[in-house]
């Protein structure tokens, strides 16, 4: 069965910081690779997705995720992150069944 | 991506009472709908995947009568929520897969539903 993994629920960061949010997943064939962002009381947008290609994906609002297969991780970073940024982040993957599986989430507090 | 909408975007009702609840596919025609609930500080846990012109398929644990959903036609899937109860407050979430393939999903607003 295929599970993923957010290492950290909570990431406080001050902004102009840097912050890395890891995802690691599970799964023994290949899969699609997604980070959304929820901000509060509203649905899921599509930060960036890894389906095949270049194993470093950018993706809206400044954010990067480096795919590495042997470490079976997606972890998404930002190199200065602004108030704005403060949401609930969410790893999923794919496995080519059509369903998307989701991670914990990590809540990103950026202060000023 | 595809624009997904969903109405109400808050409900509040009754205990006993049915609230239905609609995700629209606005810019293209959707074979395929997901549900998903949403506790707070909690991920999004999948109910159903819901094709059109078929019976839905639910997830393991996930009563198929006490949540009725319906995809009559390539742009609207609706969830009723029958004979609801405090336990069922949550926050609802439609998705709906893109068509490259259902391996990327866009995702509605949101409803947010309180039975008192």
């Known amino acids: 069965a295929q599970s993923v993994t957010q290492l950290d629920s909570q990431v406080p960061v001050f902004e102009e910081a840097p912050v890395e949010l890891r995802c690691n997943y599970s799964?023994?064939?290949?899969?699609?690779l997604f980070w959304y962002v929820q901000y509060p009381n509203q649905g899921l947008q599509l930060l960036l997705k890894y389906l095949s290609g270049s194993t470093l994906v950018k993706g809206i609002n400044g954010f990067e995720a480096e795919f590495n297969k042997s470490q079976t991780s997606f972890h998404l970073r930002k190199p200065s992150v602004h108030i704005s940024d403060t949401a609930e982040y969410f790893c999923a993957v794919n496995n080519q069944g059509g369903k998307l599986i989701f991670g914990q989430g990590t809540e990103l507090s950026v202060k000023p | 991506g595809a624009v997904v909408s969903q109405h109400p975007s808050r409900v509040i009702c009754k205990s006993g009472t049915s609230v239905k609840i609609e995700c629209r596919s606005l810019?293209?025609?959707?074979?395929?709908m997901f549900w998903y609930r949403q506790f707070p500080k909690k991920s999004l846990m999948l109910m159903a995947t819901s094709n059109e012109g078929s019976k839905a398929t639910y997830e393991q644990g996930v009563e198929k009568d006490k949540f009725l959903i319906n995809h009559a036609s390539l742009t609207l899937s609706t969830l009723t929520v029958t004979s609801a109860h405090p336990e069922d407050s949550s926050f609802y979430i439609c998705?709906?897969?893109?068509?490259?393939?259902?391996?990327?999903?866009?995702f509605g607003p949101g409803t947010r539903l309180t039975v008192l």
């Open positions: 799964s023994s064939v290949s899969v699609y």
């Open positions: 998705s709906v897969a893109g068509l490259a393939g259902v391996y990327e999903q866009f």
């Open positions: 810019d293209f025609q959707a074979t395929t």
